[in-house]
């Protein structure tokens, strides 16, 4: 019984074409995503749009995968927020993985899941947020800060969330690898040889 | 999941999350500048903000005319009516023509500092997702001779202080930030304080004045303008009185100041890049 990485048969050139427009598809959503927590038009209720993209991406790709795109998630909802830069990275990329780490060991990919896992992504994301801007530094009308700003935020982004999921399982149906919940990790590799010889 | 915590997968993953991590502390460390990484990062997405807005912009007006035509014809008639019955008014009183020659007075300021260094125009090209302050984002940086903490202005006053700042674009911490502390003076009886807001003044895009004194002659609708520091040039109009309160202490007053600048709704301002007496 031993982990190791599923052997792949090479990539034909109509797979390479899809893997690249897929994965130009999602940065476009990632960069199209940030115009939108920039541009101001939601005023409060700004939903973090890249949240459940990061949450709805890491379900469909491998950990590896997940925690870089989740990292680049996180940069961007920084930089759109006017975060620490890296402070929100490090909490997407921790559900990020955990994400693709339950997707392909223990959960089935579906809408329930998916918001299961995007509630938890918020949830992380505007609790540190809370604990790490507000808290710790005993800002002044604290309550007024999460009325007006943070629940309002965390509500809408629960809210668009679906859409986001639909959008990306769309993009991984007609783009992506059909490899997610076939890799067992503790698939007894080298007993299989050994029927096989 | 045993098999996991061992893999390779698992090593690369650990080291991934320790270079967000050092990238981290090394931003933290950084401070107000703005670090290499995220610099590459808004550099790309940049393009795309400006064009987003750009549409956000002409479609919020569009729909905006298509949708009030009706309301704005009708505020259009009233107010043309009210402008009638003002203009009558202004020729009665004296006191609103004193008015006029104070406010016309506090407008001059700019002209008479020969010594300002104003920026060229600065576009507001994004504004900071779920921020109670007001912050944003303008398109010029150190390389038009903008440095950190230079005051912001628009045509009728003060709005904040450049935050942090890149070679091609600043970021702006408006005066309802509790970070950004002005001292502000008025102009009826010289009463001087200091701004100190905090989320519940800022919510509603009004700023708290703190450490007035007791003595102090000040009421609603005075102008309030800048003291004049080394980060503030002196008599920039920052905005009216709305209220007056006595401190709990008992010893001084606050004042609640409506700032002369709607922080949501501008498109361009201005910076002073040096003034007699600016911080080097």
Not at chain 1, 76 to 105: E, K, P
Not at chain 2, 69 to 74: M, S
Not at chain 2, 221 to 232: K, L, P, Y
Request: with cysteine.
């Amino acid at each position: 019984m031993k982990y190791r990485l599923p052997l792949r048969d090479p990539l034909s050139r109509t797979e390479k074409r899809n893997r690249a427009v897929k994965w130009g598809i999602f940065i476009l959503m990632m960069l199209l995503f940030y115009t939108l927590m920039r541009v101001g038009i939601f005023n409060r209720w700004q939903p973090y749009f890249i949240i459940p993209l990061t949450a709805a991406v890491a379900m469909f790709e491998s950990e590896i995968t997940a925690c870089i795109f989740s990292m680049f998630g996180g940069f961007m909802t920084d930089i759109a927020c006017g975060y620490l830069f890296g402070f929100s990275a490090v909490w997407l990329m921790t559900v990020g993985v955990l994400a693709s780490l339950l997707v392909r060991n223990l959960i089935r990919v579906n809408i329930v899941n998916f918001m299961l896992i995007s509630f938890a992504a918020v949830v992380a994301e505007f609790s540190m947020d809370y604990l790490f801007n507000v808290f710790i530094w005993n800002v002044k009308h604290s309550d007024v800060v999460i009325m007006m700003t943070i629940l309002p935020s965390a509500i809408s982004t629960v809210v668009v969330s679906p859409a986001v999921y639909y959008l990306v399982r769309m993009v991984e149906r007609r783009l992506g690898e059909e490899n997610v919940n076939v890799v067992n990790y503790t698939e007894p590799v080298t007993e299989e040889k050994s029927e096989e010889e | 999941m045993k098999e996991f915590l061992h893999s390779v997968k698992f090593k690369i993953i650990i080291c991934i999350f320790a270079l967000v991590f050092g990238i981290m502390i090394y931003a933290a460390i950084a401070g107000d500048n703005i670090i290499f990484p995220r610099s590459i990062l808004e550099t790309i997405a940049q393009p795309f903000v400006t064009a987003g807005k750009a549409v956000s912009d002409w479609t919020s007006n569009t729909i905006d005319t298509l949708v009030n035509a009706g309301k704005y014809r009708e505020e259009n008639e009233r107010l043309k009516e009210m402008l009638t019955e003002m203009y009558g008014q202004i020729i009665d009183k004296e006191k609103t023509d004193a008015e006029n020659e104070q406010y016309r007075t506090i407008l001059g300021i700019a002209e008479e500092h020969n010594d300002y260094k104003w920026s060229s125009p600065c576009s507001v090209i994004a504004r900071n997702a779920g921020d109670i302050y007001a912050g944003f984002t303008i398109d010029k940086g150190s390389r038009d001779g903008i440095a950190l903490y230079d005051p912001v202005f628009t045509s009728v006053g003060l709005v904040g202080v450049v935050s942090e700042l890149s070679e091609h674009y600043s970021v702006v911490k408006t005066i309802l930030s509790p970070d950004v502390s002005v001292g502000v003076m008025s102009t009826a009886s010289k009463t001087v304080g200091v701004t100190e807001n905090d989320a519940e003044y800022a919510a509603e895009g009004l700023c708290l004045i703190s450490y007035v004194s007791k003595s102090s002659i000040i009421g609603e609708g005075d102008t309030v303008v800048t003291s004049g520091s080394s980060v503030f040039p002196e008599n920039m109009i920052v905005g009216t009185i709305k209220r007056v309160f006595d401190d709990k202490n008992g010893l001084t007053r606050h004042a609640v100041l409506e700032p002369s600048v709607d922080f949501y709704k501008i498109s361009y301002v201005f910076v002073v890049i040096g003034f007699n007496g600016q911080e080097e």
